[in-house]
């Protein structure tokens, strides 16, 4: 079964807005949600340690700190995702074997066109990679999938 990234429309908008800031260069960032919900709620931007077009990683200091933080929230990472800025919204064999977070959505956001942009999500496990849908939503409260936080009448 193929599961779906469903994604509130604000963070969506903010990981291409920071695609778009650290263009040339690739950006990369984090969106945790809640322990177990498969919801991501916040998006925490990260320092690309390579400032690189081609290549990114997460500044391990800056790593630690982002995961002990989540990890006393009670949150994990939903979303883990960075853009690439010549080439399609596509895993590279690099983004394949730095993939270590098995629950993670690995979203890609390609800037190459200026006027557009192109935003992808993948499950990476095992170096396997498989493409899912993403559904935008305005509000989870009345999203298609997940719990609405609205209990049912009697």
Same mark, same amino acid.
């Given at each position: 079964?193929?599961? /779906?990234? =469903?994604?509130?429309? !604000? ?6 807005? *920071? ?6 260069? &690739? ?7 809640? &322990? ?6 916040? $998006?925490? @931007? ?5 400032? #690189?077009?081609?290549? +990114?990683?997460?500044?391990?200091? %800056?790593?630690?700190? =982002? ?6 929230? !009670? ?6 995702? *960075?853009? *690439?800025? $010549?080439?399609?919204? +596509? ?8 993939? #270590? &977070?098995?629950?993670? *959505?690995? /979203? ?9 942009? %192109? ?8 170096? @396997? =990679?498989? %493409? &899912?849908? /993403?559904? /935008? =939503?305005?509000? +989870? ?7 609405? @936080?609205?209990? !049912?009448? !009697?």
């Amino acid at each position: 079964m193929v599961s /779906v990234l =469903v994604i509130r429309r !604000d963070l969506v908008d903010a990981m291409v807005a *920071h695609a778009r800031r650290d263009h040339p260069d &690739e950006a990369c960032g984090v969106l945790p949600g809640p &322990e177990g919900s498969d919801r991501p709620e916040r $998006a925490i @931007e990260m320092i690309n340690a390579e400032r #690189s077009p081609t290549f +990114y990683r997460f500044d391990s200091t %800056e790593q630690l700190q =982002v995961w002990r933080q989540m990890d006393s929230n !009670d949150e994990e990472p939903v979303v883990i995702y *960075h853009s *690439h800025t $010549a080439t399609e919204a +596509y895993p590279s064999r690099t983004d394949v074997a730095y993939a #270590s &977070e098995p629950n993670a *959505h690995y /979203v890609l956001v390609s800037t190459r066109d200026p006027e557009t942009y %192109e935003l992808r999500s993948y499950r990476i496990l095992d170096g @396997e =990679v498989t %493409e &899912e849908p /993403v559904e /935008v =939503v305005e509000s +989870y409260m009345f999203a298609h999938t997940g719990s609405d @936080e609205v209990p !049912d009448r !009697d």
